[in-house]
């Protein structure tokens, strides 16, 4: 039996959107809807994972677990193998799941998703990613793409590349990639001791880091991608889904 841990980090120094965890939808803070959203998955334990004191007793006052880490990890990737360390030296969990803490209106179904590729062999790493319907979409640099081959599974890809290109080229679809990861602990453990690779460093895309040392990504093909808050006009509209009146 899989056993999960979901692990939100969740730092306060973005530019775009100053203390974005902290801000309020509601009465209440972004990051306790992103912990509410990953317990309504159901799918295992869920820990915050920050290098603030006023998010981690935020999390904490909403009756929720979060945890302490250093405040100079380069990425999401570290922090959150930082705070596994600290929460389950016991290894109990066999898979984490990386999810981001600016997801306020995140469907629960998809962390679901996500973790379905690992319950059997295979994969190293599992992510999600919806297909492509606005043309604008697709050449826009912001929207990642996942170039893929399919495997027998139904909805399942196989991960060959992550692109911000258009591509593949031709017809077919395209794929916008959604930011969610799932590692099985040993790879996640093997991820956070690689150089940046060339590639990854090219595209600004982390997880080619993983394709280019060997590590197989498969990805859950889901029916739609969830709002990130990156700006004030990204929380304006998070407010309007989560509006008393949008529900």
Known sequence: MTRCIIIIPARLKATRLPDKPLADI?????????????MEAGS??????????????T??????????????????SDRIHEALSRVDPGNESDVVVNLQGDLPTLDPSLVRACLAPLTGPGPDIATLAAEITLEEERHNPNVV???ATTLAAPSRLRALYFTRATAPYGEGPLYHHIGIYAYRRPALERFVT???SGLELREKLEQLRALENGMRIDV???DTVPLGVDTPADLERARQLLSPAAS
Do not use: C, Q
């Open 220 to 222: 859950s093909i889901v």
């Open 145 to 147: 793409k996942v170039v």
């Open 194 to 196: 690689l150089e940046p």
């Open 44 to 57: 295992g334990r869920v820990v915050v994972a920050t290098d603030s004191e006023a998010v981690l007793n």
């Open 26 to 38: 509601h009465g209440v803070p972004m990051i306790v809807h992103v912990w509410r959203r990953a």
């Open 59 to 76: 999390v904490r006052a909403a009756g929720g677990e979060a945890v302490m880490t250093r405040a100079d990890h380069p990425s999401g």
